[in-house]
């Protein structure tokens, strides 16, 4: 098993890990070795409620709107989730592409530098927690919330904890 090879930033950036992760060596994850090495990674959610998903995104994970468009195949949205990463959003009507399927079976990892103090920031804010901080025998605090479309959330920061 290999790592997908993303680093730790300063602003949230999607959950991977490497050898250097307490959780990899837990998983017994080595370095990347495989053949596709990402100059990007986008995770692309077909959305009933585009406004209030875009907003949630925006307002709640504090992730910019790089752009957006209202056209023939309906609204769209790309948030910059840190360099390299974007949530793309995609509303209805769906036009020509009946392909698209609403979002089902995806949960999105967020690290973070201070998960305790984005825990307080959302309960600030009156977001509902789905669940509560927690250490992981894995080797991270995390807690989960989730966006209007269901899709869970976990906000996490690596600890020492295996």
Known sequence: MACSGFINTPEPAFV???ASHTRCRTWGIDTYDGDVDAERLNLVMNVEDFAGVVGFYRDVLDMPVESTWDGDEGPGAILRAGNGR???VFGP???ARQD???VAGVEVAVEVADVEAWHERLVERGIPIARGLVDNPWGDRSFGIDDPSGVRIWIL????NT
């Open 86 to 88: 974007t949530i793309e």
């Open 157 to 160: 920061e690596e600890t020492d």
């Open 16 to 18: 991977s890990a490497c």
């Open 93 to 95: 009507p769906w036009g």
């Open 100 to 102: 698209r399927r609403p």
